[in-house]
């Protein structure tokens, strides 16, 4: 069992920036992909960003250049640090982990004013 609780939404105005953080806990494997999906009202949920244990990212192409994900593996915690934020970002922001059974956070909200 994994456990995940999200933190740092919040509201911002257009072109500002956020960083969310995710505290994992409980049992891992030592091959895991950790990242962050959204949804925003009415929309599918989507994969923003992902980072595997071993490094390797990917990013969705509407936050590519403007997110950054990384992993500090100590503190078993997972960052998106979002700069240039837009208005089409607003969204619940949900952590996630994956080895196979994939773990949901509780998700927070980020809500970007125009």
């Known amino acids: 069992q994994v456990q995940l609780v999200e933190s740092g939404g919040g509201l911002v105005q257009a072109g500002g920036s956020l960083r969310l953080s995710c505290a994992a806990s409980?049992?891992?494997?030592?091959?895991?992909?950790m990242g962050w999906y959204r949804q925003a009202p009415g929309k599918q949920r989507e994969l923003v960003a992902s980072?595997?244990?071993?490094?390797?990212?990917n990013y969705a192409d509407s936050v590519q250049g403007r997110f950054t994900i990384s992993r500090d593996y100590a503190k078993n915690t997972v960052y998106l640090q979002m700069n240039s934020l837009k208005p089409e970002d607003t969204a619940v922001y949900y952590c996630?982990?994956?080895?196979?059974?994939?773990?949901w956070g509780l998700g927070t909200q980020v809500t970007v004013s125009s």
């Open positions: 409980g049992s891992f494997s030592s091959l895991n992909t």
């Open positions: 980072i595997h244990s071993r490094g390797n990212t």
């Open positions: 996630y982990y994956d080895s196979g059974t994939h773990y």
